[in-house]
């Protein structure tokens, strides 16, 4: 069964919290791929087969039925086990604070069982990989994430600073985000750790990283150094450190990478 990947936007009631509801049916490549930072955390369930992660003692375990990922800082290592079917929900980068109901900090670089944050998860679980369809699965974990969130607004203020730092495409300072969000700068920088999981140098840095992938992807740099300076670098020597930082290889090394989940999720989608 050829692999197919969808994203659908969020009911209006979730907008301000989610950025995208996403599917993945299908056969995956039988190899390890790299899932790198975004600069959002997700809702994933597994209704088939859940993928194998790679730990860091090199050993695959398999992912929980369903689990909640933070924000990554360094690339992730999966592999399909068999046949593939998820559901996802994408957060925008401070609206996943409002159901994972903790500082978003501790659940950084971490896939955490969603029956350890959730009562009910196994349910949830249970109901999507027995709905009959993608439109049920997928009104399913909209359901279950509006009954989490609902009430709880994500920060203003950090919003206010996230969404000038992706419109400025990385270039905003700290002090230009601290403005923005009507705090000092060491409050905004709390406020992250809580809201966002990852400090603003971070995201910063995320964000030129994906772009990056949009230069790359789009074929629109015929050199590096000009795939840099799309992507807001000053040379080729940055571009290189932040890419091996979060994807862990070259960018050619990326390119020449098997399709498949990793490669649909590189796609960005809302703030």
Not at 96 to 103: E, I, M, V
Not at 179 to 207: H, N
């Amino acid at each position: 069964m050829s692999a197919r990947y969808a994203e659908h936007a969020p009911p209006p009631e979730l907008a301000e919290h989610v950025a995208c509801l996403w599917t993945f049916e299908g056969d995956d490549a039988a190899e390890d791929q790299r899932i790198v930072p975004d600069g959002r955390c997700e809702l994933i369930v597994h209704y088939k087969a859940p993928y194998l992660e790679r730990a860091a003692d090199g050993r695959l375990r398999s992912q929980p039925a369903a689990l909640f990922a933070g924000q990554l800082t360094r690339p992730l290592h999966i592999r399909a086990a068999a046949q593939a079917g998820l559901v996802g929900v994408r957060f925008r980068t401070a609206g996943a604070a409002a159901y994972a109901g903790a500082p978003l900090s501790r659940l950084t670089d971490q896939r955490v069982d969603l029956c350890e944050l959730k009562p009910g998860a196994a349910e949830l679980a249970a109901g999507i990989a027995a709905a009959p369809d993608e439109a049920s699965r997928l009104a399913a974990a909209a359901a279950h994430v509006w009954r989490e969130v609902r009430g709880r607004p994500p920060d203003p203020g950090v919003v206010r600073a996230v969404a000038l730092l992706r419109a400025s495409e990385g270039r905003a300072g700290l002090d230009a985000l601290a403005e923005a969000s009507g705090r000092a700068p060491r409050a905004l920088q709390r406020a992250f750790a809580a809201e966002v999981g990852i400090p603003p140098r971070t995201l910063r840095a995320v964000i030129r990283v994906r772009r990056l992938f949009d230069a790359l992807q789009a074929g629109d740099a015929r050199t590096w150094s000009a795939a840099a300076q799309a992507a807001g670098y000053f040379d080729h020597p940055q571009m290189a450190r932040d890419f091996r930082r979060f994807v862990g290889c070259t960018p050619s090394a990326f390119l020449r990478g098997a399709k498949g989940l990793a490669t649909s999720l590189v796609e960005p989608a809302g703030s």
